[in-house]
């Protein structure tokens, strides 16, 4: 089955008694009762499937769990209350019985930065942050010192770099050290990092999953040799996703391949247009043929799909032009997230990346004119001329 198709059908039409709901329904139930003891002592000892208690399983979430386990080609998936506890999770599993040092790319979503330096850190976990486009310091950190997991994003925040993905998990499986790939921005649709040898996935569920901005949510998949310790800490600290929010993701992937055709064709359109426009300085988009990383995003991207994200500096302008730029917008939404079904815009200086120091951004190459795109699914002549109009 073609994953366009998964989308729509995998996970759901679970039997349920004598007749099997076309959708799934949404369980509320905290615990489940069977009917012999035994067959509760084998579902809790899983040796067999089947909810016990909502902490552990719940059929809404597993529904969800097998769909994006299928769309990600893992071996099993947790769904989670935000992509950033997902995240937390994922790195606690990796971590939890190997050296507490994480490789990190230097770019990456502000609060994964946050969690590494704020949370982990002072537990004792040390983080060198490479530049992931460079194998070659990313190689001499992961060597220098004994590791237990890398983190890096299939598309960079918020510049959209594309790091070899497929180059680094070998490096990783070479220095026997679990990949975690954040693909939020890509999703299963472009880059499936399992297939390219990475060990576990996360995504923000918030964001191109569920894409209607109504659910908070994560999802992490796992390859078999990490999944099992990432099930036990799940069932033992519950970082999981409630019934109500694994529904509606579920709803949401059923358009998901629709709703990314229409994103990347119209992203396409937006960044050639952007790119030509006297007043913006410079922009990024994966599909640029003058793309630093061009190259990568041919081997590991589908043809003509390059996301739904594109950033550009408006020129010569500093924080308050910027933000009348933005206030002139009517149709775009000027709002955190990104993946929805509206066009939405947000000021990494602002939002993403506040927390960080205005050097540091200036480091990183994020500077004070920078906004971020994420494009929708209107017709693209109305969101030109939105952007046309507040450039003016
Ligand atoms: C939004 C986002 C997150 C965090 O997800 P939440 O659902 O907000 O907790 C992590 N990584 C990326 C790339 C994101 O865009």
């Not at 499937?49 to 979430?61: I, V």
């Not at 579920?250 to 030509?276: D, F, H, P, Y």
């Amino acid at each position: 089955m073609k994953i366009e198709s998964k989308t729509v059908h995998w996970g759901d039409r679970r039997k349920a008694g004598n007749f099997t709901p076309v959708t799934t329904p949404i369980y509320t139930a905290a615990s489940y009762v069977y009917e012999s003891m035994d067959q509760l002592d084998r579902v809790f000892a899983l040796e067999e499937s089947g909810p016990s208690y909502a902490r552990y399983d719940n059929p809404t979430r597993s529904a969800l769990e097998e769909l994006v386990r299928e769309l990600e080609s893992g071996a099993g998936a947790i769904a989670c209350a935000s992509g950033m506890i997902g995240i937390h999770t994922a790195l606690l599993a990796a971590l939890l019985d190997r050296p507490k040092r994480v490789v990190a790319a230097n770019m990456m979503y502000g609060a994964t930065t946050g969690l590494l330096m704020n949370v982990l850190g002072p537990m004792g976990v040390e983080t060198a942050h490479v530049d992931p486009c460079d194998l070659t310091a990313f190689e001499a950190a992961l060597t220098e010192a004994k590791t237990g997991a890398v983190i890096v994003e299939t598309i960079a925040n918020p510049l959209l770099r594309v790091p070899a993905l497929d180059k680094i998990a070998a490096l990783c499986r070479a220095a026997d050290v679990p990949l975690i790939v954040d693909n939020t921005f890509a999703t299963p649709l472009l880059v499936r990092p399992l297939e390219l040898g990475a060990s576990m996935v996360c995504h923000s569920a918030t964001k191109y999953l569920a894409g209607h901005g109504d659910v908070l949510g994560g999802v992490i998949v796992a390859d078999q040799a990490n999944y099992d310790a990432l099930r036990t800490l799940s069932r033992t600290i519950g970082p999981v996703m409630g019934p109500f929010e694994s529904y509606l993701t579920l709803r949401g992937i059923k358009t998901l391949a629709l709703r990314i055709e229409r994103q990347c064709a119209n992203a396409c359109k937006v960044a050639s247009w952007l790119a030509t426009h006297p007043r913006a300085e410079r922009t990024f988009f994966p599909g640029d043929p003058k793309h630093p990383d061009s190259e990568t995003i041919a081997r590991l991207f589908p043809p003509n799909r390059f996301g739904g994200l594109v950033s550009f500096e408006l020129k010569g302008a500093g924080r308050a032009e910027v933000f009348r730029f933005m206030e002139k917008l009517k149709m775009v939404v000027r709002a955190t997230s990104l993946g929805d079904v509206h066009t939405l815009i947000l000021y990494p200086a602002m939002a993403s990346h506040r927390d960080l120091s205005p050097k540091h951004r200036e480091r990183l190459g994020i500077r004070d004119n920078l906004m971020r795109i994420s494009v929708g699914i209107e017709a693209v002549e109305d969101i030109v001329a939105d952007l046309d109009q507040a450039l003016s």
